[in-house]
């Protein structure tokens, strides 16, 4: 009974959503199971209840944040895009949007560099870029733009963003703060990959 009642007030949402946050402000090594269950004012017994370790919580978080990022890429395949925006401006828009609506989401996802971490993203960030690169490839296919003649395409436009995103996410703008430049930066990295299949 006590541990029904346990798992009813402390959800795994609520944990993993104070753990996302000091993994980013104290680093993976720098906080325990421990330091999370003081963070919520739990013990930190009441968090086993669902995770049995650290590396448990920190990969449900890294799995979560990637798949919410997967719906909304998703999604973008099927609306039309903005005015005055090609579907695939549309894609490395709301790209931008995420990593700048999620900073601590976007900064465990891409950012982080312990070595001790490094391999539970990595898995995760290869899948992202996989439905990335395929859906980059289906707008431009649909465009009739030839991408075999520049295979690497993907990526670039990929990295394009992500530097953009790393540039303005810690100075933790808002995306509406900086979306006119959002939108340039998508044109130009859109029609610089237009003429490079041309």
Known sequence: MARRAVEQELSRERIMDAARHLFITKGY????????????GYSHGSLY???????????????????????MCE???????????????????????FGLEN????????????????????????????????IVRGFLAEEKYPLEQNSSLPLSMFLGIHGFISF?????LTFEDIRPAAIAHVKMLSQSSYRMTS
């Open 29 to 40: 090594r720098g906080i325990s199971m421990r330091s999370i269950g003081q963070h919520l």
């Open 49 to 71: 209840y669902h995770f049995k370790e650290k590396a448990e919580l920190f990969y449900a978080i890294v799995v979560q944040d990637f798949n919410h990022l997967a719906r």
């Open 75 to 97: 999604q973008v395949t099927k609306r039309p895009p903005m005015d005055g925006l090609t579907r695939l401006e549309q894609l490395m828009l709301d790209f931008i949007k």
């Open 103 to 134: 900073p601590y989401q976007y900064e465990i996802m891409f950012m982080l560099r312990d070595e001790e971490i490094l391999s539970y993203c990595k898995v995760e960030q290869a899948k992202c870029f996989d439905m990335f690169e395929k």
């Open 168 to 172: 303005y996410i810690q100075d933790r």
